[in-house]
């Protein structure tokens, strides 16, 4: 089989255009769009349905779009050649495979599919691990099963990792110390990640952009830096009647992203302290977490 010549450029990994998937009369994704950069950790959030898993099993060619364009180091995702997909690296919710294998086997064994052999895990991603090489696959816990499966994620050093609720069966500590193993990672590369967690206080350490989607499209997109700087609540003050106009009327450079109609409190992009004087005390400005903007921006 002959593989079309790649379109990416360097300045992207993942290429996503117009890309719908429809299930009987469900459109899971309804005309995405999104690019990944090299050295980007990109958090894919969204509620149960957004899309987050069809899109992920598009990128890995588990399934085929109804129509659009997904791209990976320059390929369609359901014909990337194997020195491409040889780049890739992939930790699913669950890892239920190679139940009779013994832990350092299956490490061995997979790593034979290579055309290039890998170099042996690095010691500290089998330190933080914590597995016993002798014990079989089925007898692992959830929590050592999904080590497991980082480890092999990892194991070939991969440009571009997709990650699935990767520490959702871990501890708060072992959460902890796989995030920073995973900036560890991608610092000073261009390794890029696209990482699928409900749990955003991790993500909210790592991530150096945030993708919100709902209803199968991309609702808001912005580097986590500017998320900090920038996403703000602006809350009417006890009496206020209401927030002043030119916050409102496009006088000033603000984009609503959502409103809490109990308080008639506004979360907004492109916020800086110089607004301040338009204020007029019939405001308050507070800064949400990820968590917080993501319950308002894909509601």
């Known amino acids: 089989m002959t593989h079309a010549a790649p379109h990416a450029t360097e300045r992207s990994v993942v290429d996503i ?3 719908v998937k429809i299930f009987g009369t469900r459109r899971a994704l309804d005309g995405m769009s999104v690019s990944i950069a090299p050295g980007e950790i ?25 129509s659009g364009s997904a791209r990976i180091f320059g390929y369609e995702a359901g014909e990337l050649p194997p020195e491409a997909r040889a ?30 052999p890998p170099p042996p895990p690095d010691p500290a991603l089998l330190a933080w691990a914590n597995l016993d090489m002798a ?35 871990l501890d708060p500590q072992a959460r902890r110390d796989f995030m920073a193993l995973l900036a560890d990672y991608c610092a000073g590369s261009q ?16 991530a150096t952009r945030a993708l919100f989607v709902a209803r199968g499209r991309v609702v808001h997109d912005t580097p986590m830096a500017r998320f900090r700087e920038s996403i703000r609540w602006i809350v009417p003050t006890a009496g206020a009647s209401a927030l002043p106009a030119d916050l409102l009327d496009g006088r000033l450079p603000l984009k609503p992203l959502g409103t809490d109609t109990a308080t008639g409190a506004i979360l907004v992009d492109g916020w800086c302290d110089a607004m301040r004087g338009h204020l007029a005390d019939r405001a308050d400005i507070r800064t949400p977490d990820l968590e917080a903007a993501f319950l308002e921006i894909t509601r």
Do not use: W
């Open 191 to 206: 390794r890029s990640v696209l990482i699928s967690s409900h749990i955003l206080s991790d993500l909210e350490k790592v």
């Open 42 to 66: 990109v958090a894919l959030l969204g509620p149960n349905g957004a899309g987050k898993s069809t899109l992920i099993g598009c990128l890995l060619g588990f399934l085929l779009p109804n």
């Open 17 to 19: 255009t117009d890309l």
């Open 87 to 116: 780049r890739m690296g992939y930790v699913p919710q669950a890892m239920n495979a190679f139940p009779s294998f013994r832990v350092g086997q299956l490490i061995d064994y997979l790593g034979t599919f290579y055309a290039v």
């Open 135 to 169: 014990a079989r696959v089925k007898s692992l816990s959830g929590g050592q099963k999904q080590r497991l499966s980082i480890v092999l994620a990892f194991r070939h050093q991969p440009d571009f990792l997709v990650l699935d609720e990767p520490v959702a069966s």
